[in-house]
């Protein structure tokens, strides 16, 4: 791959003076180590003694990481293309014996004490395919009429009187006056009276007035946007979207997404929040990371329908409460431990440039309500578009399957909500070839003659596992005999299967289930099912399958009470509702009553966008629902030990 890789150079410039020999009785180490990153070909420096972590997180290099860079994850493999030195222990432990003598390094643990060329492994022509849900299923009782709908702001035509350029009074004045007696206390926000004069003149006294509430934000142009539109962002801890919305029919115009560039410091919020804790700069690390992800995402929206960013006056963000917390630039610390209580649960309106968005100067950024430290705006969103809380009769199990998994049970009579502790796993970290939803991930597992069948993201050879691909994994496997109820990989004794007992291999004193050999894998490598792989999803679905039945307990139902199963996120989306009932993930439902909603926190924010009406709903809902506290609940530890196993029941 690389020529005369051991004698690689850092690059150049003319005019530098060629460097001074060393005294050979002092050894001078360089200031500046140059990394040669192949098969990009480009050139990274590095400080001396530092990670190559670092420094690639530095030159926003694309680099895995589910620990933010500790060394505990084993994901951010590099390949040493010149002099490897000898692992470090937890290289022996994190990577195989042949990852080891292939030069295989792990970049956190790697640091950087002379020039190096190394390999990243990915290729200029692959097209880094993301699935990331965008999309939302709308339930017909949530469908807003566009002779319903009541946007966050207003825009009102208005022609002043001829008398309001003779000077006698003030332009904000004549603007209340054209308006009519109801806004004669009409107030404007700075920005606003800065350019109010110039725009009037510029729209001869006839233009449009965007109204938030009682205060005047901005004076249009009666042609510049006709419609008028305002953003949401749903802020996912993997990945951000960004929606374009047609203020005047609802109507979505635009659509972007991107991964979080947050994940540099760990796959989960924890690790995150630990990151800040350790870190003095680390919120304001964060915080412009998510920013900067915001805006690109605004630039490309804004592009693609056309508009400027002073068009925009409005945005609605919804996340979990870490993320929001970050959003905000509010610190998250008292999130991170017991009793987790964050800085703030109320929606809150603030100016957007206050936060580092680019929109016009008087735009008005919303964030939705949060209930606690672990239920966010994204689960608000959720209920809203479930209609839980106008239900009277029936009783809606919801659920957002992702890195943190939020539950809510009951209907408007009575309303309960729980975060339950289920890891990373769901979403492939924690999982030793465990990855994303993007090109090359196993997302889908069927079995057919005894053979098994993958779907791969991009309809190429498997790089790893996502979510989706794990839960199928193990439903089928169980289903053939090859992992037992008490999540034991072993050789499967049903005759129809025994072809599948070629892939059941033992590795350190017990047996790995081999999805791909080094012929069929996308590097060149095997990519394992591993036991501990097995047991981190038994602790997810076990602590998922506890905290529904906490909730049941707690609203005194049984199984056979539940009327309507709704799931959300992504693994909620792709995830096949069998698969999740074959590895008890929800035990004792009736598969009939499942449905995904899709990306349900987009969705919710363009609601509360679109309407003042479900603005109040979801300020509203935050002080009805009643949070259970799942750490403190003994039942919830008896359910969980009991949800561990996988049901003996074969449901296929």
Request: hydrophobic share 40%; with cysteine.
């Amino acid at each position: 791959m690389v020529a005369n890789a051991k004698n690689i150079q850092p690059p150049t410039h003319k005019g530098n003076k060629q460097a001074r020999k060393p005294r050979p009785q002092k050894e001078r180490r360089p200031r500046r180590i140059w990394l040669h990153v192949y098969p990009k070909d480009i050139w990274v420096p590095a400080e001396y003694g530092e990670t190559l972590w670092a420094a690639l997180y530095k030159a926003d290099m694309e680099l895995d990481s589910d620990c933010g860079g500790i060394g505990n994850c084993g994901k951010c493999k590099i390949k040493i293309l010149s002099v490897v030195g000898p692992p470090t222990s937890a290289e022996k432990g994190l990577l195989d014996k042949v990852e080891l003598e292939q030069g295989i390094r792990l970049a956190c643990r790697t640091k950087a004490k002379r020039d190096l060329a190394i390999s990243t492994e990915k290729t200029d022509t692959e097209l880094d395919y993301l699935k990331i849900l965008t999309t939302s299923h709308v339930l017909r009782s949530r469908y807003i009429p566009i002779s319903q709908l009541e946007p966050l702001i207003e825009r009102r035509p208005v022609t002043l009187p001829t008398e309001s350029q003779n000077g006698k009074i003030s332009d904000l004045n004549w603007v209340r006056m054209g308006l009519g007696a109801e806004y004669s206390d009409l107030q404007a926000s700075i920005h606003c009276l800065r350019t109010l004069p110039q725009m009037l003149k510029k729209t001869k006294f006839s233009g449009v007035a965007v109204l938030h509430n009682n205060s005047l934000i901005a004076w249009q142009e009666p042609e510049k946007s006709k419609h008028g539109y305002g953003l949401v962002f749903d802020l996912g801890t993997s990945t951000i979207v960004g929606k374009l919305i047609n203020l005047s029919n609802g109507s979505e115009a635009a659509v972007d997404s991107c991964l979080n560039r947050q994940r540099w410091h760990g796959s989960d919020v924890i690790s995150r929040l630990n990151y800040v804790k350790q870190n003095p700069r680390g919120l304001d690390f964060l915080h412009n990371l998510l920013v900067n992800d915001l805006n690109n995402i605004t630039k490309h929206l804004l592009k693609t329908a056309g508009l400027k960013k002073e068009d925009i006056l409005i945005a609605v963000a919804a996340g979990n409460t870490t993320m929001q917390h970050f959003l905000l630039n509010l610190p998250p610390h008292g999130i991170a431990e017991a009793p987790f209580i964050p800085a703030v649960t109320d929606g809150l309106i603030v100016n957007a440039a206050d936060v580092g968005l680019e929109l016009n100067l008087s735009a008005l950024l919303y964030t939705m309500p949060t209930k606690s430290g672990y239920i966010g705006g994204d689960l608000i969103s959720f209920v809203l578009n479930s209609g839980i809380a106008e239900q009277k009769d029936e009783v809606i199990l919801g659920l957002d399957l992702g890195t943190n998994v939020e539950i809510f049970l009951g209907n408007g009579k009575r309303l309960l909500t729980c975060s339950a502790a289920a890891g990373p796993a769901l979403e492939g970290a924690r999982i030793s070839s465990g990855m994303i939803a993007k090109a090359g991930a196993l997302e889908g597992v069927r079995i057919e003659e005894g053979q098994l069948h993958y779907r791969v993201i991009g309809n190429i050879k498997p790089k790893g596992i996502c979510g989706s691909g794990l839960v199928d994994l193990v439903a089928v496997l169980l289903h053939c005999g090859v992992i037992d109820p008490e999540g034991l990989i072993r050789p499967t004794q049903k005759a129809e299967y025994q072809d599948l007992n070629s892939r059941v291999i033992k590795r350190s004193y017990c047996y790995d289930f081999l999805i791909a050999s080094e012929e069929e894998g996308f590097y060149g490598r095997p990519i394992y099912l591993t036991q501990k792989d097995v047991r981190e999803l038994q602790l997810a679905k076990g602590a998922v399958a506890a905290g529904v039945h906490t909730l049941m307990d707690e609203l005194g139902i049984g199984f056979e009470d539940i009327s309507h199963v709704y799931l959300a996120g992504a693994l909620g989306n792709y995830i096949d509702p069998i698969s999740t009932l074959r590895i008890g993930l929800l035990p004792g439902i009736n598969v009939k009553l499942i449905k995904s909603l899709g990306n349900t926190a987009s969705l919710g924010a363009s609601m509360v966008l679109l309407s003042k009406k479900y603005w109040q709903m979801a300020k509203d809902v935050v002080n009805f629902m009643e949070h259970v506290e799942l750490s403190y609940r003994h039942d919830f530890n008896q359910y969980f030990v009991q949800h561990m196993d996988f049901p003996e029941e074969n449901i296929w």
